[in-house]
Nanobody, 123 residues
Framework: QVQLVESGGGLVQAGGSLRLSCAAS????????MGWYRQAPGKERELVAT???????NYTESVKGRFTISRDNAKNTVDLQMNSLKPEDTAVYYC?????????????????WGQGTQVTVSS
């Protein structure tokens, strides 16, 4: 079974740092774009950062200069280093990936979500 599993969330004071990690497992042939999204209470889920298989990154404006996304293609992992955290960064963070997976009838590309990890930044 193909899945994404996140780790690394928690409670931190404003100005602090956290590192989120996400590992993909299962019958994976390849992984295209990977990314992190977040959803705060009462708000829509929003994109935080994405990274292509070639390493091209994209960030939402509010986290530029503070967050860094990285991936290890050999380990099928993607990380999000979050520095200078602010209370408005408080949300459930979700890992996302487009993965080519093996099924009985061949290889198919699907979009997957992790279960989410809570990040809480206190003021």
């Amino acid at each position: 079974q193909v899945q994404l599993v996140e780790s690394g969330g928690g409670l931190v004071q404003a100005g602090g740092s956290l590192r989120l990690s996400c590992a993909a497992s299962g019958s994976i042939f390849s992984i295209n774009a990977m990314g992190w999204y977040r959803q705060a209470p009462g708000k829509e889920r929003e994109l935080v950062a994405t990274i292509t298989s070639g390493g091209t990154t994209n960030y939402t404006e509010s986290v530029k200069g503070r967050f860094t996304i990285s991936r290890d293609n050999a380990k099928n992992t993607v990380d999000l280093q979050m520095n200078s955290l602010k209370p408005e960064d408080t949300a459930v963070y979700y890992c996302n990936a487009d993965m080519v997976v093996l099924e009985l009838s061949g290889w198919y590309t699907y979009n997957y979500w992790g279960q989410g990890t809570q990040v809480t930044v206190s003021s």
